[in-house]
């Protein structure tokens, strides 16, 4: 658990040096589900957030804990960002490894509009 803390404080250290003013797309996920939010740290908001609990993708997704679930909650969240005039972020994979359902989700959102 300590090398996890270590991990994910170390990567968001790298986030924060680099995001320059820039909103941060973050990735959370559970074994049941996903969930995404664009994060303006300066106001300390979430300004957009969806996951597959969401209502826009309920009865459109079977379950929230595979890829086909977070391709959509990508989908969703770049939809709902561009729709406030957000374009672009900072992918925050939160410690998780680049792989499987955070991938589908980054590359999800990047097709549907936002530039990270």
Same mark, same amino acid.
Do not use: D
């Given at each position: 658990m300590e090398q996890y803390r270590?991990?994910?404080?170390?990567?968001?250290?790298?986030?924060?040096?680099?995001?320059?003013?820039?909103l941060?797309?973050?990735?959370?996920?559970?074994?049941?589900?996903?969930?995404a939010q664009v994060i303006d740290d300066a106001m300390g908001q979430t300004l957009v957030a969806a996951s597959s609990l969401s209502p826009e993708l309920q009865g459109k997704i079977k379950t929230g804990g595979n890829i086909a679930a977070a391709e959509a909650?990508?989908? !969703?969240?770049a939809e709902k960002a561009l729709a406030k005039g957000l374009?672009?972020?900072v992918f925050d994979r939160g410690g998780?490894?680049?792989h499987?359902?955070?991938?589908? !989700?980054?590359?999800?959102a990047r097709k549907a509009g936002l530039d990270f």
């Open positions: 270590y991990r994910l404080e170390r990567t968001r250290k790298k986030i924060r040096a680099s995001a320059s003013g820039r941060r797309l973050t990735v959370s996920r559970t074994l049941k589900h996903i969930y909650v990508g989908t !969703l969240v374009k672009q972020v998780h490894v680049y499987g359902r955070i991938k589908a !989700l980054a590359e999800a």
